[in-house]
């Protein structure tokens, strides 16, 4: 059975501690652990009904599964939850539980069998789990930063200048060694060195975005370049109607990617000589400092997807 609306599909409702399943088209229903015995059991009863398993994207909590799942050998996707909960908006559902959901879930991958996403590879997996601890602990620096100099206003006795110094201390200390990790992941792997290589080429991407880019977005150089834009949030969403011409919003996407991409366009938009003119032509054209960076983002992604997809390196385009 390998066409897809030859299986049956199975939707998964994540939590902390339950899987809730509906499956297609009988309808049952079944509630499993979040464990290790349960992934097990969910794996052999996929098996079993030669399923589709999909979920939603969590924040992280169903990584595991999807990771026994891949080794079975099970067919799974995860899917947005945006157009999850648009789904069920339009077919009337407004009650929410953890087996409403798992139904939405099922009944959207049913209609919508080209959704989602599958697993990345194993590397990049990793290389995804180092990159968002990596985001995590320079955001609680930031915070911290932010802690130290409201309480210097506070407490001219500096009281706990001690503990905070020791805090920002071990804060950089372990971005240090994440940044090591991730460096060392990718001189290890031709693939990924290859790739960053080719990022790192353009004028804006450091070592941050491009390995952002990298595990945050592992279709790069596979899609459109407005695939590109869309999947991380930078493509404009038309408001029209009628004769009316709405504004145009960028909204969705991988939000991470998208912090990640504002700050390489903000240097791009002075150090790359092809988008420096460009964002130069807007600004004189009277365009909001956002959409500048947000159009000069969208480009900095269609141009390192194409640059991917190519297999070739930057080139001054102004040249």
């Known amino acids: 059975m390998n066409n897809l609306t030859q299986k049956q599909i199975i939707g998964i409702d994540v939590s902390r501690d339950w899987l809730d399943l509906h499956c297609l088209p009988n309808g049952d229903q079944l509630r499993l ?109 930031k915070r911290l930063l932010l802690q130290i100099k409201a309480q210097v206003k506070l407490d001219t006795t500096n009281l706990f200048a001690d503990i905070d110094d020791a805090l920002k201390t071990l804060l950089d200390c372990q971005i240090v060694e994440l940044e090591n990790q991730i460096e060392t992941l990718i001189a290890d792997d031709v693939e990924l060195s290859r790739s960053v290589d080719i990022l790192r080429s353009v004028p804006g991407i450091g070592p941050v975005a491009s390995t952002m880019l990298i595990a945050e977005m592992p279709e790069l150089g596979q899609i459109t370049g407005e695939k590109a834009a869309a999947l991380t949030g930078l493509a404009p969403i038309a408001r029209d109607s009628g004769a009316l011409r709405g504004k145009r919003v960028i909204a969705g996407g991988r939000r991470a990617l998208r912090h990640i991409m504002f700050q ?47 297999g070739q390196k930057w080139q001054n385009l102004a040249a």
């Open 33 to 141: 652990p979040n464990t290790s015995r349960g992934h097990a059991q969910l794996s052999e009863f996929a098996q079993h009904a030669n399923a589709l398993v999909c979920f939603e994207a969590t924040g992280g909590q169903e990584w595991r599964l999807w990771a026994t799942l891949d080794e079975t050998g099970i067919a799974a996707r995860q899917l947005p939850p945006a157009q999850i909960k648009a789904f069920a908006a339009s077919c009337g559902t407004r009650a929410k539980t953890d087996r409403i959901d798992a139904q939405m879930i099922a009944r959207f991958m049913a209609f919508r069998p080209d959704a989602g996403r599958c697993l990345p590879a194993g590397k990049l997996r990793l290389l995804r789990a180092l990159t968002s601890k990596r985001t995590q602990l320079v955001e609680t620096r």
């Open 264 to 310: 390489a366009a903000l240097v791009a938009s002075h150090h790359n000589p092809v988008l420096k003119i460009f964002a130069d032509r807007l600004r004189k054209a009277g365009k909001p400092h956002k959409v500048i960076i947000t159009a000069v983002a969208r480009k900095l992604v269609t141009i390192v997807n194409a640059l991917c997809k190519s």
